[in-house]
């Protein structure tokens, strides 16, 4: 059968009809609110680039931490700026590190209990060099040449996970894109006592030009080169597939991709190919343009948070990290 007896508008008529028929939706609490904490007491610091996010102190991160909560948003991603930066990213694994210090805090409130936190494993934030891996250098002065060394840093990746496990981090997310690290990481967290930890691994992350603003927010663009050595190319799709399936190989729990709306196509794939979670992360160059956009009455501001949202879900995304987290969720009740 076809037209004038099926006529697809019929389930377009109303809003109930639409609403009923509606193959994608959207919850607070598939929704994830990246936040970037500070040394400090009442920093409130806005990022230039990403307008409505600041760097935060701890006792300002939690007010966004009941916030969150009280939308009903699934939970935080934690970022940190370090009072200090050395060659090997110390700060990172620090016991009184700025993220560690953060988790315990959001662990001691117990009206929180419910709020995820998902702790971002990486050294970029706190390496002098702002590379996510340690760095060797061959040659002097101009002539000089960097390499990082991929096994030494998961070393420190894995370090890094159990500290930030041990300090209340319900889900470790090592962002570094090191071959390996979540081996490193697994047998790390097991050994000291974390087998129930489980690993968000950002296994197919790329060297995009969307984590701009990012930089900015969190202190943490290369002071030279850049991220191509070990992010992965724009071009390559087959070679994503391959990111995943190392990564289940390795005993990872779930995984995220990135950036979210130029890479949906990879989103799709995966979610066709493996069966466990995927989550995208909107990164903040897609956030920014956005905003961008509306700022100058360009586009609709709910309408298209909402649209953006959807299109990540329908791609194939169970959870999406996403700087919009809050202002998604009010639209969302
Ligand atoms: C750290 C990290 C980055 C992002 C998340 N974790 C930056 C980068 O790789 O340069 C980007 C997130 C965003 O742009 O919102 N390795």
């Not at 340690?134 to 060394?149: D, F, K, M, N, V």
């Not at 190319?233 to 995984?255: F, K, P, S, T």
């Not at 501001?301 to 959870?319: K, M, P, V």
Request: net charge negative; charged share 25%; proline share 4%.
């Amino acid at each position: 059968m076809a037209y004038p007896q099926v006529r697809l508008r019929r389930l377009r008529r109303t809003e109930s009809l639409r609403s009923l028929v509606r193959e994608t939706r959207l919850h607070p609490e598939s929704l994830i609110y990246p936040l970037f904490l500070v040394p400090g007491e009442g920093i409130r610091k806005p990022i230039p680039s990403m307008p409505g996010c600041f760097n935060l102190s701890i006792d300002e991160a939690l007010k966004e931490a009941h916030e969150c909560r009280s939308l009903g948003i699934g939970g935080l991603l934690l970022f940190g700026l370090p009072a200090e930066k050395d060659e090997q990213g110390s700060g990172a694994w620090a016991d009184d590190g700025i993220v560690q210090t953060g988790l315990r805090a959001i662990k001691a409130d117990a009206r929180l209990c419910d709020l995820l936190t998902i702790a971002d494993v990486c050294l970029c934030e706190y390496t002098s060099h702002g590379h996510c891996g340690l760095i060797q250098r061959t040659g002097e002065g101009a002539s000089a040449t960097y390499t990082i060394q991929n096994d030494a840093s998961c070393e420190l990746l894995a370090k890094t996970a159990v500290s930030l496990a041990r300090a209340g981090a319900d889900i470790v997310a090592p962002s570094d894109m090191m071959d390996g690290r979540v081996a490193a990481i697994r047998a790390s967290l097991d050994q000291s006592g974390m087998a129930e930890t489980p690993i968000l691994s950002y296994a197919a992350k790329y060297a995009s030009a969307f984590y701009g603003p990012f930089r900015e927010a969190a202190d943490s663009a290369p002071q030279f080169g850049d991220r191509r050595s070990y992010q992965m190319d724009g071009a390559n799709r087959r070679e994503a597939m391959r990111e995943i399936e190392l990564d289940l190989q390795e005993g990872v729990d779930m995984i995220l991709l990135k950036p979210a709306m130029s890479y949906l196509d990879i989103l799709r794939e995966a979610r066709d190919r493996f069966d466990l979670p995927i989550g995208a992360y909107q990164v903040s160059g897609e956030f920014s343009m956005l905003v961008a956009a509306f700022e100058r009455g360009w586009l609709e501001r709910h309408r298209t948070i909402l649209e953006s949202l959807l299109s990540i879900r329908r791609a194939g995304a169970d959870f999406i990290v996403t700087y919009f987290a809050k202002e998604a969720a009010a639209l969302m009740r």
